[in-house]
Nanobody, 121 residues
């Protein structure tokens, strides 16, 4: 139906930078909201940043000014630039997209499989 394929991430020292990408494919009429979540073992998956269908963006207070979310609806790709990373921001990052598969269908939510971000002090 719809697949979100993630790439990027990796391992850096504190203060380093990484990039995450999320590419959507399949039966897609329009993409509504897109978002990035982080999950740490033993903790609930948490919202990091999001982008609305008009291109508006939001991010949590802790990452604002260092993480940048962007979307290219023509290519159906969303990216997250992570700058000046801190150890507490390590975890598995997941992308999420709300997709309208046809013009007459409701919006359904799809998830990527996650990418590891490791930050050493």
């Amino acid at each position: 139906q719809v697949q979100l394929v993630q790439s990027g991430g990796g391992s850096v020292q504190a203060g380093g930078s990484l990039r995450l990408s999320c590419a959507a494919s399949g039966i897609i009429f329009t993409i509504d909201d897109m978002a990035w979540y982080r999950q740490v073992p033993g903790r609930q998956r948490e919202l990091v940043a999001a982008s609305g269908p008009s291109g508006s963006t939001m991010s949590t207070d802790s990452v604002r000014g260092r993480f940048a979310i962007a979307r290219d609806d023509a290519k159906k790709i969303m990216t997250l630039e992570l700058d000046n990373l801190e150890p507490e921001e390590a975890g598995v990052y997941y992308c999420k997209a709300g997709v309208q598969m046809t013009k007459s269908s409701t919006i359904r939510t799809f998830w990527g499989s996650g990418r590891q971000v490791t930050v050493s002090s």
